[in-house]
């Protein structure tokens, strides 16, 4: 049973259109992420929910916009898709109760190339 | 702000030698450090966590890492490389509050039959 799962897994898509990624975790956790994984595999954070709350939001293209209908679910939309959107994206989530522990689990990620 | 920086990009070993990654970090306040491994295709997985008790810290799958604080390094081992460990290997490091994880580049393990 997938803890943090993501679909869909590869994305391949035209510049200009728009297209969504679906982030779900069954593990309980209040807090949930994307991250961003650059051809180079440097990662950088994009966005936090804490409780369905948006508590980080990093200095990211006004064109993606995550939505957390539920602690179980984040969800990442992209408008207006560019060539330097291409990249590999990662869910996660953790457990804060106790404060920020820093041990993640990630999804597998899903790969979006843009033609 | 915190960042952490991996000595070596690429780091090829031989199966049974020894693993040694590195790992500086920079850090205003006292840092959270950990170690996440990613195997091809597949997310992270946490390998090991420093947070302030023991220096030295155990993982998983055999793997070690000692905080020296007046080198600021956290170094991760392993005293016998095994196949299943060729993967990429990220330090990161955390101020334990703003839910923020700083990556370093990442280092490409191979081991060599």
């Known amino acids: 049973d997938t803890a943090v799962s993501q679909t869909p897994k590869y994305l391949v898509t035209q510049m200009g259109n728009d297209k969504s990624i679906k982030c779900e975790q069954n593990?309980?956790?209040?807090?949930m992420y994307w991250y961003k994984q650059d051809s180079k595999k440097f990662l950088k954070i994009m966005f936090s929910y804490n409780n369905k709350e948006l508590i980080i939001n990093e200095t990211v293209p006004n064109r993606f916009s995550p939505k957390s209908p539920d602690k179980a679910h984040l969800n990442l939309h992209i408008n207006s898709l560019e060539l330097g959107d291409s990249a590999v994206y990662f869910c996660?989530?953790?457990?804060?109760?106790?404060?920020?522990?820093?041990?993640?689990?990630f999804g597998e990620g899903s790969r979006l190339t843009v033609l | 702000a915190q960042s952490v920086t991996q000595l070596g990009s690429h780091v090829s070993v031989s199966e049974g030698a020894l693993v040694l990654l590195r790992c500086n970090y920079s850090?205003?306040?006292?840092?959270?450090l950990f170690w996440y491994v990613q195997y091809p295709n597949q997310g992270l997985q946490l390998l090991l966590k420093?947070?302030?008790?023991?220096?030295l810290v155990k993982g998983i799958n055999g793997f070690e890492a000692e905080f020296k604080k007046s080198e600021t390094s956290f170094h991760l081992t392993k005293p016998s490389a095994h196949m299943s460990d060729a993967a990429e290997y990220f330090c990161?490091?955390?101020?334990?509050?703003?839910?923020?994880?700083?990556f370093g580049a990442g280092t490409t393990v191979t081991v060599r039959a």
């Open positions: 996660a989530s953790s457990q804060s109760t106790s404060g920020f522990t820093g041990e993640l689990f």
């Open positions: 850090s205003s306040v006292p840092p959270y």
């Open positions: 990161a490091v955390s101020d334990g509050h703003d839910y923020k994880l700083s």
């Open positions: 420093y947070t302030s008790a023991a220096t």
């Open positions: 593990l309980g956790h209040d807090t």
